[in-house]
């Protein structure tokens, strides 16, 4: 089955409920499943009569918005391949995938990716026709608007019948290092994996939840829970940019979102260092609320009766303590799913005090997304959670993750060598994760085995877990270990600047430009109490012994970290060389 047949599922199921949320001049709006269903069937006539034909490739580079659902639905409806390409991809990323995947159209967002998109027109062959989901420009020629796209195109439409094998997207992966690779990702993956969540979760009435869309579309993660959303007829609703989620969350007040470690590590570190310069009093009064919402919550996980006298405390922690940080996420959340990268247990059960509950999981494009999670109950604290409908996991040499299931990919797109690099004889995907299966069935993920470090020592140092320790201070924004080949641990921190700055008043150091500031005497020893406080119960050997810090934030479009905020290792270690090469040479 063709997965965009939910569209005609829901219309009839209910016409005139909210299917998309979207903000426009300054005001959320929203389209009823009939009025997205019938633009999404123009937009696939308009495709058709383009010349999109069945397994053709139609590109879309874009920030995150109905016009992008759109046009990905409309796609998917004609048989069609979308290959989503990362908004903050820059021209020669974007040329790759382009000169790769063949789309012969491409769906363009603001101005500077359409400028990208024809600046390339000339050196595709394939490429017939860019199409801009904005109005607010002047196109070029091979060009136009959405809007006048469809504009005189039919709203009736027969989705074109796909089977389980028929690839309906090529996500290309932002990997950590090495080039691109194009993930053939089927209707029938993209099926199981929502049949997987229905099944695992048991979801009651799902139809009635909200979730708000801030991860970017071209991933995986966000592609695959904002589809599952729609497959169920819950609504969505679209966040173009992502820097403005605290507000958005206060005005949307969704129910459920997807998001990543890095966005709770945030808000963990700005609670405590609020907290730090609270009153005595108020200090008190956060502690004893988190004890209590511990105890409430450690029932709850192990589906316990909570003793109505704690209960009562708890009623008080949230009216005191709870309620007010609950209100800045909107005030409704309560199922989020988090991953694509490795979250500290100390974290997961600060939020769990709250009562707010982070759905911890573990999966990759390849895989479709999940395939372990955190159950409602009984999940275990620092683990991956277990495992999702048919998913298969056996732990390899070097104690790599393998996978089987109906959530594995196709294959990489015109790369059977990596296909074939990635799967056993015996048709086991590996992972490139290293972890541990414990006899409850929890998967605990211990590091990517090609991010372990040796010492020149002969140590081996994993680095997520001692990142995720100092990332969830509120005066480090972002960290990376460097031990590889090294007689000991060094790092490259990227201060919180926010924090940072009120800091400097207590210093007495005056702010010129942040440069002369990370490299003032009074703030690199600040920087060396704090990180020799964090880290006074690591080994001796994982200890950090020197570190740089850093004058402005690793950025996605200057490809230091991917869409989903991992550092990426091998570009970063390139790119500071010589930063790096002071470090052991002092």
């Known amino acids: 089955m063709n997965i965009a047949e939910f569209l005609n599922k829901n ?67 004609l048989g069609a391949v979308t290959v989503p390409i990362y908004s903050t991809n820059g021209t020669e990323q974007v040329e790759y995938i382009i000169n790769h995947a063949e789309p012969k159209i491409i769906l363009a967002g603001n101005e500077e990716q359409y400028d990208i998109c024809h600046e390339l027109l000339s050196k595709s062959q394939n490429v017939e026709l860019i199409i801009s989901a904005k109005s607010s420009f002047k196109l070029k020629d091979k060009s136009i608007t959405l809007q006048d796209f469809i504009e005189n195109t039919s709203d009736k439409f027969y989705i074109v ?32 994996t929502f049949d997987k969540h229905v099944k695992f979760f048991n979801f009651k009435n799902f139809e009635g939840e909200h979730s708000l869309a801030f991860l970017p579309l071209s991933h995986v993660f966000e592609r695959s829970w904002t589809l599952f959303c729609f497959s169920q007829g819950a609504k969505v609703s679209f966040l173009e940019n992502p820097k403005l989620i605290a507000s958005a969350l206060v005005e949307v007040r969704p129910t459920t979102m997807c998001s990543v470690p890095r966005f709770y590590q945030k808000i963990y570190a700005g609670i ?5 310069a609270a009153s005595p009093i108020k200090k008190k009064i956060f502690a004893w609320a988190i004890e209590n919402g511990s105890q409430v919550s450690e029932l709850k996980r192990n589906q316990q ?12 922690a ?8 609950k209100t800045k996420l909107g005030g409704r959340l309560w199922f989020m799913p988090c991953g694509g990268a490795s979250i500290s247990e100390e974290v997961t059960k600060f939020f769990d005090a ?14 479709t997304a999940t395939v372990t999670a955190f159950p409602f109950t009984k999940y275990k604290y620092g683990s991956a959670g277990k495992l999702l409908g048919d998913s298969q996991i056996k732990i390899g040499e070097n104690n790599e993750i393998l996978v089987k299931g109906s959530g594995i990919m196709k294959g990489y797109y015109k790369n059977p060598e990596e296909t074939a690099k990635v799967f056993t004889e015996d048709g086991w995907m590996k992972t490139g994760d290293a972890g541990i299966f414990d006899n409850e069935g929890n998967l605990t993920i211990t590091d990517r085995i090609k991010d372990l470090m040796k010492t020149s020592n002969g140590k081996y140092i994993a680095p997520q877990p001692i990142e995720n320790m100092f990332s969830n201070n509120s005066y480090i924004n972002q960290i990376m270990l460097i031990a590889e080949d090294k007689p000991f641990v060094s790092a490259l921190i990227v201060p919180n600047f926010e924090t940072l700055e009120e800091k400097l008043k207590t210093l007495s150091v005056t702010f010129t430009n942040w440069k002369e500031v990370v490299e003032n005497e009074k703030v690199q020893k600040f920087y060396q109490e704090l990180i020799d406080g964090i880290q006074s119960n690591v080994s001796s050997f994982e200890k950090i012994k020197k570190f740089i810090l850093m004058p402005a934030d690793f950025e996605i479009q200057n490809g230091e970290i991917t869409p989903t905020l991992k550092i990426k290792r091998n570009i970063v270690l390139q790119k500071y060389s010589d930063k790096i090469d002071t470090i052991y040479n002092k």
């Open 11 to 77: 219309v009839k199921r209910f016409p005139q409920k909210a299917s998309v949320g979207f903000k426009k001049n300054n005001e959320w709006k929203e389209l009823t499943w009939a009025r997205f269903q019938k633009t999404v069937f123009k937009t696939a006539n308009a495709l058709a009569e383009a010349g999109v034909q069945k397994d053709d490739k139609v590109a879309i580079f874009a920030d995150n918005s109905p016009e992008w659902m759109m046009m990905d639905l409309a796609t998917l409806c």
């Open 161 to 192: 019948e796909r089977t389980n094998e028929d690839v309906a997207t090529i996500i290309y992966t932002s990997g950590t290092s090495g080039i691109p690779k194009g993930v053939m990702i089927t209707h029938g993956n993209f099926q199981d």
């Open 354 to 367: 709250m009562g707010i509950h982070i759905t911890v999981g573990y999966g990759m494009t390849e895989t």
């Open 305 to 316: 009766d909570v003793p109505f006298l704690l209960n009562q405390k708890y009623k008080i």
């Open 318 to 325: 949230n009216a005191l303590v709870f309620n007010k940080i």
């Open 272 to 276: 405590h260092e609020m907290l730090s």
